[in-house]
């Protein structure tokens, strides 16, 4: 179950970079931080990675879980929670295949990550389990991007530099993203070049993958409907930099 390329996709390089290569990314961290406040705890992140948000919400307080499928990404979640001295579950699961001990009333996943789940009926069957962890009354948050935005589709099948990012060794980062653009199939094939230079020079380039599905705003409202949800808003908003205004969708059980 789950997109396997995306899911092997952050390790090693990926995870290892992550927070590194999105450090200037502030605006989601926001925008999800001001959604559990309106909406309360317990809060749960689904595809919470390196805990790049969920961290920035538990030093505020809020009684926060996530959920990953990637040990690298949770491992350093974890080693950050620890470091902080703070509390959290962090639990190691595909998101189809949800199932944890505890219901919530604020669950969110940020900057597109539900897309990840590049099966449609996949995806349906998800957000039936999202919906199965919601306490009555509350909401789902998310984000969707569509390639119409930006020059996606311009730059169709195009190498486009884009993040980078330099440790504290001094060793640097580059990524370069080329997108494959089906739209017909409303998919999204993303090949990452990812180059890395130590002592100013190149001294390891590794190619990564993934696969994403993107939704018309009223489709995704359906497939809410269909998973339970009710009282739906959409809103347009900039969420993360490199993809433009995405639909949010606030979901109530
Ligand atoms: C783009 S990262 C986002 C991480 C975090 N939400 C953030 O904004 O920093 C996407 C995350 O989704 C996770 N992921 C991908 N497919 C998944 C699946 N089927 N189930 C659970 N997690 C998944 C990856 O391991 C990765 O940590």
Not at 4 to 27: F, Q, R
Not at 88 to 97: A, F, N, W
Not at 128 to 152: A, C, M, Q, R, S
Request: charged share 25%; glycine share 10%; proline share 2%.
């Amino acid at each position: 179950m789950g997109n396997n390329i995306n899911k092997s996709h952050y390790s090693g390089i990926v995870a290892e970079w992550y927070d590194i290569i999105l450090h200037t990314e502030k605006n989601d961290i926001k925008f999800y931080r001001d959604v559990v406040k309106r909406f309360g705890g317990p809060a749960l992140e689904l595809a919470s990675g390196t805990g790049r948000i969920l961290t920035e919400l538990l030093k505020e307080g809020v009684l926060i879980d996530g959920v990953d499928s990637s040990p690298e990404m949770n491992q350093q979640c974890k080693n950050k929670i620890r470091e902080l001295n703070l509390s959290s579950e962090i639990y190691e699961q595909d998101l189809v295949e949800l199932n944890l001990p505890k219901k919530y009333n604020t669950i969110f996943v940020a900057g597109g990550s539900f897309q990840l789940i590049s099966d449609r009926a996949e995806a349906q069957l998800t957000l039936g389990k999202i919906y199965d962890h919601l306490l009555d009354g509350g909401i789902l948050v998310l984000d969707i991007f569509t390639p119409l935005e930006k020059n996606n589709l311009l730059n169709d099948g195009v190498w486009v530099k884009g993040r980078e990012g330099r440790n504290d060794q001094g060793e640097k980062l580059l990524v370069y993203a080329s997108n494959k653009n089906n739209l017909y199939e409303q998919t999204i094939n993303g090949l990452y070049k990812y180059e890395l230079y130590q002592n100013g020079r190149l001294s390891e380039t590794v190619i990564g993958e993934i696969m994403l599905r993107w939704y018309g705003q009223f489709e995704f409202l359906l497939m809410l409907e269909k998973a339970g949800f009710s009282n739906i808003n959409i809103q347009r908003k900039k969420i993360i930099s490199t993809h433009g205004e995405a639909f949010v969708y606030f979901a109530h059980k």
